[in-house]
């Protein structure tokens, strides 16, 4: 590994963009001796982004601030801030904390995070914050590192945060770190939904049955929506991970049926879970099923379902820094 360069910027700073992730496909194909689960699955960055402002400190030692924006900020959305810590237990300090080690950095860093992904919903907010800062740390800590040799750092913190390094939607095997790009997918217009309950991705994966026969779906969805054929796509979209998600956490059941009732296309759950999600034609076709589930009260006049976003697929999902 390179070495630190003597001169360290002490109070450069970098605000960088995080995107979420959505999983058009999630096939589950075998377990693992290891623990973890082969999977196969397209996935794509979604305009819904946290942004983090990274400064390096002459002290050592990561400090990290949380704090709350977009839907998440409101009163009702409060119960999707799930559980941030501040310490070891996030994937931001334990990102900075690895590179330092490895890159024998003395120096500390600032980060302010503020969070619009809402946590604990498969959308990837975690794993893009830690690519993040990874890269952000790499360049106000001046290390001549290259992205493949960050991804490698965070593949050993989670499986999702070396699909943050590089551009465009790309298909995700292994346990998450093989990756290969795939070209053409359109910018279409989504709705993403958050209901008020979270699941353990532990358990979700615990009770999931593996199938090997889904295996190639990925690239079948891929070449099928470059082309714009949506009724293909609509039958490949499937999530192997939906059917425990349903068992335990009923809200995930009630709400891809409410997808469905608003007109939603081949509404899917994302990840682990619990957040779902369904594509639209068109951004005005969104916008209308998004108003339908907003609309939606529990007998208190809550909100149904909490967190409601309208965002577009991204045609990159690499973090880019700008300096402040």
């Not at 770190?177 to 993403?192: C, F, H, T, Y």
């Not at 209901?195 to 199938?211: I, N, W």
Request: aromatic fraction near 4%.
């Amino acid at each position: 590994m390179p070495a630190r360069p003597a001169a360290v910027a002490a109070r450069e700073s970098l605000t960088i963009r995080a995107p979420a992730k959505l999983n058009l496909s999630l096939a589950v194909l075998a377990r693992r001796p290891d623990g973890y689960h082969d999977i196969e699955s397209l996935m794509v960055p979604a305009s819904l982004c946290d942004t983090l402002v990274v400064r390096a400190t002459e002290s050592p030692g990561i400090v990290l601030r949380v704090r709350y924006a977009g839907a998440i900020a409101t009163a009702d959305g409060s119960v999707l801030t799930g559980d941030v810590p501040t310490d070891g237990r996030n994937l931001v300090v334990r990102a900075a904390e690895a590179l330092a080690a490895a890159a024998c950095v003395t120096q500390g860093l600032e980060i302010d995070l503020t969070k619009e992904i809402p946590a604990g919903s498969g959308l990837g907010g975690g794993s893009s914050d830690a690519a993040a800062v990874l890269m952000a740390a790499a360049r106000v800590w001046e290390l001549d590192w290259s992205h493949e040799q960050l991804a490698a750092i965070g593949g050993r913190i989670g499986s999702d945060i070396p699909w943050f390094f590089a551009s465009g939607p790309a298909i995700a095997s292994g346990r998450g770190e093989r990756l290969e790009p795939v070209a053409d997918i359109p910018p279409l217009p989504a709705v993403i939904v958050r209901p008020a309950a979270g699941l353990s991705t532990a358990a979700v994966y615990g009770q999931c049955t593996p199938d090997p026969a889904r295996r190639g779906d990925a690239a079948r969805l891929a070449t099928a929506l470059a082309r714009g054929d949506t009724r293909t796509a609509a039958g490949l979209m499937h999530n192997q991970l939906e059917p425990p998600a349903r068992a335990l956490c009923p809200d995930v059941d009630r709400l891809l049926e409410t997808l469905a009732q608003a007109g939603a296309l081949a509404p899917r759950m994302t990840g682990s879970g619990s957040a779902c999600f369904a594509l639209a034609r068109t951004a005005t076709e969104a916008r209308g099923i998004a108003a339908r589930l907003e609309a939606q009260r529990q007998p208190d006049g809550s909100r149904r379902w909490p967190g409601v976003f309208v965002v577009r697929l991204a045609t990159t999902r690499r973090p880019v820094a700008t300096a402040t």
